[in-house]
């Protein structure tokens, strides 16, 4: 799956905001997010400078907030259903 990254003001704003049947992940310099104005739902993985994972969300519904977390450097996008069986503390590979 490609993964895009989200490197300015624009594109980090916007993010999946308003799109329907997306089919790419978002890459975000973050530690928490929204997902409002949202019309599906998503998977998150939130990993660390590295890249171990801190914390995963699956089915992340429209309207809900993910408050910003200690040692989150890195923030995952991903379409709902793309990710499984995650574990925390591992290297996450979005590849």
């Excluded at 990993?47 to 429209?62: A, E, M, Q, R, S």
Aim: with cysteine; charged share 25%; proline share 5%.
């Amino acid at each position: 799956m490609e993964i895009k990254e989200c490197n300015n003001f624009f594109d980090k704003l916007c993010g999946l905001m308003f799109k329907r049947n997306f089919d790419y992940g978002l890459k975000f310099r973050c530690n928490g997010i929204h997902t409002f104005f949202m019309f599906e739902p998503i998977d998150v993985v939130l990993t660390d400078k590295d890249g171990y994972i801190v914390c995963v969300y699956y089915n992340l519904k429209p309207n809900h907030i993910i408050l910003p977390k200690r040692n989150v450097y890195y923030t995952y996008e991903f379409p709902h259903g793309y990710l499984s069986d995650l574990e925390i503390g591992t290297l996450f590979n979005p590849e």
